[in-house]
């Protein structure tokens, strides 16, 4: 593989492995999907709805950092799928927000299961103790900077 043992002293040198690295592991991922799968965007924004509940459109685009018109064109692929759904917002009745119907949590429920199967399997057949725990040290680091960029 490559030389991880360089000094960390030059950012630039770290910022270059990390998305090498990074983009390795999200077009393998990528790659594993079925076709007709979820997009990582509407992955994305299914588990956002999951995890932090309704919210509108203008707001997802915000979160997402994606420009409103790519948002709306996730949200309608989603909700054409019966994955999401629209109604008005209980706050402001002229503003609308999207939720996760029953079938949009089955979907993220079974392909977090898939994908977590398959990093699971790796993890287990090619990882040490030792060095899962690195990675799992890491994960608060990796979750800071995503949430910086």
Do not use: C, W, Y
């Not at 019966?82 to 009745?93: I, K, Y």
């Amino acid at each position: 593989m490559g030389d991880h043992s360089r000094p960390a002293d030059d950012p630039a040198d770290v910022a270059e492995a990390l998305r090498l690295a990074v983009g390795r592991i999200a077009r393998r991922m990528r790659q594993a999907h079925a076709v007709g799968d979820l997009t990582l965007s509407e992955r994305s924004v299914l588990a956002r709805l999951d995890l932090d509940g309704a919210e509108s459109p203008g707001v997802l685009a915000e979160l997402e950092r994606v420009r409103p018109q790519a948002m709306a064109t996730t949200l309608a692929s989603l909700e054409e799928r019966g994955l999401v759904s629209r109604r008005p917002d209980p706050a402001d009745r002229r503003r609308a927000v999207m939720t996760l119907t029953d079938a949009g949590r089955k979907v993220l429920a079974d392909r977090r299961s898939e994908s977590v199967q398959n990093l699971a399997a790796v993890l287990e057949g090619d990882f040490t103790p030792a060095e899962r725990e690195k990675l799992l040290e890491l994960l608060p680091l990796l979750d800071r900077l995503a949430e910086r960029l």
